[in-house]
């Protein structure tokens, strides 16, 4: 009886304990950095002179690290290639890398420097976390070594990776993980043989952790919420902005929003490149974000979210939408092109109405009312289903409303970052083959619109109340991941020529964006 009581009192404690230690909101920080480049990316240096320039932008990251703290955050993250930048060749970045180690060796490079190799950036940057009592989430390269018996090594011996870390509040390495899905130009580092799913705990929840171009795809982005059930996504990212689906806080927010996760995104500030846009995002509406293209100063941002947000009713993103009847529009639908893919159009002809527009097995139904219909603006409404292959191959269903770039309907789904025309209220839906489909409200300016848009169980994305500013774009952003095409299945020299091919198709959009 004695034995059974006290058994009972230590479970009890237990739970207290437990509960006490565990917080039910956080602090998360997010900062977007305007990183030094070194003087030459595409030659090889020595590593003293790589270890000046990464010493450099850490400077600025150790402020930023500090100052977070001081405002009571309990972690913050730091962009993709923030401390040593981009353009590299594989020789020229192998000196900025250092051999990461598996997080279970159980290592504290601020306490012991020299137990892997020379670490002087793994080293600064767990002391910056125990320091501070911070969680450090940064980006920086990884290196290991291979041999001829690993079929797959590459001929200068090694592997190398765009790798992410995170240390914890007492300097200890709990996270690595490896890029899988290299962009473009990333040809200085390889991919893992398989994605890897990197969560670690905390007493502020279970936290996964990818990077950039990993948000387009399946794995691991989608497995580490359905199936490691992650309550916070933490995301460098390297971002260049195309519109008018990829704005950085745009798709961010709208991927915070689809997944039902908080989600924590650092990009690079280089407005040349077009990289601006960071954000902490909640489910249910984005907590703050910074988007800057006139400055050349980073930025710190903050807010608290809570630690494991509140489930919300699973979305059917066909239910409504398949019980619309769709009207024949006779010849009034035209074509388009936004991002390389030819979307189906309807001009919205009137101040307000009901409207489809329907492109494979895809209908995109739209109700809408807007403030004025002015003779200087024209808004379309468009459905794309289809593979995407430019700069990657995934498979999209695209309903959106957007405005054209000019009153030439040709202009429809060119980029435009101004308009003048507010929406009294707006409804959205599409008969989607996918249960990944990710909402997008965008305003004149590059602006969010928190808290005016929600979206139903029968998957209509509408306005809760007149929008704050003039529309630029409401879409639904589907993904169905199982109709992309097979990974690898292109010869080594056909993807490097197909990448060259296409940076250089990618990079007169962006410039066309810019102009």
């Given at each position: 009886?004695?034995?059974?009581?006290?058994?009972?009192?230590?479970?009890?404690?237990?739970?207290?304990?437990?509960?006490?230690?565990s917080?039910?909101?956080?602090?998360?920080?997010?900062?977007?950095?305007a990183?030094?480049?070194?003087?030459?990316?595409?030659?090889?240096?020595?590593?003293e002179?790589?270890?000046?320039?990464?010493?450099?932008?850490?400077?600025?990251?150790?402020g930023?690290?500090?100052?977070?703290?001081?405002?009571?955050?309990?972690?913050i993250?730091?962009?993709?290639?923030?401390?040593?930048?981009?353009?590299?060749?594989?020789?020229?970045i192998?000196?900025?890398?250092?051999?990461?180690?598996?997080?279970?060796?159980?290592?504290?490079?601020?306490?012991?420097?020299?137990?892997?190799?020379?670490?002087?950036?793994?080293?600064r940057?767990?002391?910056?976390?125990k320091?501070?009592?911070?969680?450090?989430?940064?980006?920086?390269?990884?290196?290991?070594?291979?041999?001829?018996?690993?079929?797959?090594?590459?001929?200068?011996?090694?592997?190398?990776?765009?790798?992410?870390?995170?240390?914890?509040?007492?300097?200890?390495?709990?996270?690595?993980?490896?890029?899988?899905?290299?962009?473009?130009?990333?040809?200085?580092?390889?991919?893992?043989?398989?994605?890897?799913?990197?969560?670690?705990?905390?007493?502020?929840?279970?936290?996964?952790?990818?990077?950039?171009?990993?948000?387009?795809?399946?794995?691991?982005?989608?497995?580490?919420?359905?199936?490691?059930?992650v309550?916070?996504?933490?995301?460098?990212?390297?971002?260049?902005?195309?519109?008018?689906?990829?704005?950085?806080?745009?798709?961010?927010?709208?991927?915070?929003?689809?997944?039902?996760?908080?989600?924590?995104?650092?990009?690079?500030?280089?407005?040349?490149?077009?990289?601006?846009?960071?954000?902490?995002?909640?489910?249910?509406?984005?907590?703050?974000?910074?988007?800057?293209?006139?400055?050349?100063?980073?930025?710190l941002?903050?807010?608290?979210?809570?630690?494991?947000?509140?489930?919300?009713?699973?979305?059917?993103?066909?239910?409504?939408?398949?019980g619309?009847?769709a009207?024949?529009?006779?010849?009034?639908?035209?074509t388009?092109?936004?991002?390389?893919?030819?979307?189906?159009?309807?001009?919205?002809?009137?101040?307000?109405?009901?409207?489809?527009?329907?492109q494979?097995?895809?209908?995109?139904?739209?109700?809408?009312?807007?403030?004025?219909?002015r003779?200087?603006?024209?808004?379309?409404?468009?459905?794309?289903?289809?593979?995407?292959?430019?700069?990657?191959?995934?498979?999209?269903?695209?309903?959106?409303?957007?405005?054209?770039?000019?009153?030439?309907?040709?202009?429809?789904?060119?980029?435009?970052?101004?308009?003048?025309?507010?929406?009294?209220?707006?409804?959205?839906?599409?008969?989607?083959g996918?249960?990944?489909?990710?909402p997008?409200v965008?305003?004149?300016?590059?602006?969010?619109?928190?808290?005016?848009?929600?979206?139903?169980?029968?998957?209509?994305?509408?306005?809760?109340?007149?929008?704050?500013?003039?529309?630029?774009?409401?879409?639904?952003?589907?993904?169905?991941?199982?109709?992309?095409?097979?990974?690898?299945?292109?010869?080594?020299?056909?993807?490097?020529?197909l990448?060259?091919?296409?940076?250089?198709?990618?990079?007169?959009?962006?410039?066309?964006?810019?102009s």
């Amino acid at each position: 009886m004695i034995l059974s009581q006290l058994l009972n009192y230590v479970a009890v404690l237990f739970f207290c304990v437990s509960r006490a230690s565990s917080l039910d909101t956080f602090i998360a920080a997010v900062y977007e950095h305007a990183v030094i480049l070194p003087n030459a990316t595409l030659v090889p240096v020595s590593p003293e002179e790589a270890l000046a320039v990464m010493n450099r932008n850490l400077d600025l990251l150790e402020g930023a690290v500090t100052s977070a703290s001081k405002q009571g955050a309990h972690i913050i993250v730091t962009p993709e290639d923030g401390i040593y930048g981009f353009n590299f060749t594989r020789e020229s970045i192998y000196p900025y890398l250092e051999d990461i180690p598996d997080p279970q060796v159980n290592w504290i490079p601020c306490n012991n420097p020299d137990r892997f190799g020379r670490t002087p950036v793994q080293q600064r940057l767990s002391c910056l976390a125990k320091d501070n009592s911070i969680y450090i989430v940064a980006n920086i390269g990884d290196k290991k070594s291979c041999n001829a018996s690993d079929p797959q090594c590459p001929p200068d011996g090694r592997y190398q990776y765009n790798t992410d870390v995170v240390f914890d509040s007492k300097g200890k390495l709990v996270a690595r993980y490896h890029k899988q899905n290299l962009f473009l130009n990333e040809d200085q580092f390889n991919a893992p043989k398989e994605p890897e799913v990197v969560t670690f705990n905390t007493t502020f929840g279970k936290f996964g952790i990818f990077t950039c171009f990993d948000i387009l795809f399946h794995d691991p982005a989608v497995t580490l919420v359905r199936d490691s059930r992650v309550d916070t996504i933490l995301f460098p990212t390297a971002w260049m902005n195309v519109l008018p689906h990829l704005s950085a806080i745009e798709f961010h927010s709208a991927w915070a929003m689809g997944m039902k996760v908080n989600f924590l995104a650092s990009n690079l500030h280089y407005p040349l490149k077009k990289m601006t846009g960071s954000g902490i995002y909640a489910p249910d509406s984005p907590r703050v974000f910074h988007y800057d293209m006139k400055t050349e100063e980073g930025k710190l941002l903050l807010a608290q979210l809570d630690s494991h947000p509140h489930p919300t009713p699973v979305v059917n993103w066909t239910s409504y939408a398949s019980g619309v009847e769709a009207h024949s529009m006779g010849n009034q639908e035209f074509t388009g092109t936004i991002f390389f893919d030819e979307f189906t159009f309807l001009e919205l002809k009137e101040i307000g109405g009901n409207y489809t527009v329907c492109q494979r097995d895809l209908c995109c139904h739209l109700s809408y009312k807007m403030s004025e219909k002015r003779s200087d603006e024209v808004y379309a409404l468009g459905a794309f289903d289809g593979l995407h292959t430019v700069e990657g191959s995934y498979y999209l269903q695209i309903c959106t409303l957007l405005k054209c770039k000019t009153t030439d309907l040709h202009t429809c789904g060119d980029s435009v970052e101004t308009a003048s025309t507010r929406f009294e209220m707006f409804s959205l839906s599409g008969t989607f083959g996918t249960q990944y489909v990710f909402p997008e409200v965008l305003l004149s300016e590059i602006q969010l619109a928190p808290g005016e848009f929600q979206v139903s169980s029968d998957g209509r994305l509408f306005s809760l109340k007149p929008t704050s500013g003039p529309v630029l774009t409401v879409t639904l952003f589907g993904r169905l991941y199982e109709k992309d095409s097979a990974p690898n299945a292109l010869s080594d020299l056909t993807t490097q020529a197909l990448r060259r091919s296409i940076a250089i198709s990618c990079s007169k959009v962006l410039k066309n964006n810019a102009s």
